[in-house]
């Protein structure tokens, strides 16, 4: 009775090694291994369709999903007509999403005020959107959001400066970032006292 071996470069032959798969891509496309494709192929989706896909996975401006759904090639107005179907059908809305974005990002980050706008400016977001979501007083908000950068990078001795500075860079205000620091090393203070 023969045993068959189970483990790799122990003598199976050839037709019992699974064959590669071809790119199925390739094969819809029409071309061959070796060429390239002069024009890229229409979308076999529509622009729709593509956007529920997108937005599926994750929450994008107005914006942003205009810009990837020109990137996959579909055309200005099949795009538009996409976006207007998907406002209306209320699978889009900036105010809403910004909101939650900004939320998120407000409380569960270490990232000043600053920062969290830039990321959503970035992110399509107008910035009246933006502004109707900030807080009016975010000034302990940012304090302990500090503080925690501060704690995450230096000991409770370290320069007073390049503290400072690099919270500058974070873009936290000069106000917040110094009360912070000083906070900071009076947290130090009393540890080493003990």
Do not use: W
């Not at 070796?34 to 401006?61: C, F, H, M, N």
């Not at 990837?68 to 406002?87: P, Q, T, V």
């Amino acid at each position: 009775m023969m045993y068959r071996s189970y483990h790799a470069g122990s003598g199976a032959s050839d037709e019992e090694q699974p064959r590669p798969r071809r790119n199925r891509a390739r094969r819809a496309e029409g071309t061959a291994d070796g060429e390239a494709s002069a024009a890229p192929a229409k979308p076999a989706k529509t622009a729709l369709i593509a956007a529920v896909d997108i937005l599926a996975r994750q929450e994008y401006s107005e914006a942003k999903l205009y810009e990837k759904l020109a990137r996959k090639g579909y055309r200005d107005e099949e795009i538009e007509g996409a976006i207007a179907r998907l406002k209306e059908r209320r699978y889009l809305n900036d105010a809403e999403a910004c909101a939650r974005q900004f939320a998120f990002l407000y409380t569960e980050s270490r990232n000043s005020v600053r920062q969290i706008c830039l990321k959503l400016r970035q992110r399509g977001f107008t910035k009246e959107d933006i502004d109707a979501c900030k807080p009016r007083d975010t000034y302990e908000r940012e304090k302990q959001a500090a503080l925690r950068v501060l704690a995450l990078k230096y000991p409770h001795d370290a320069d007073r400066q390049k503290m400072m500075a690099n919270l500058y860079q974070k873009g936290f205000e000069a106000g917040t970032a110094r009360d912070a620091v000083e906070l900071y090393r009076s947290q130090g203070a009393g540890d080493g006292e003990a």
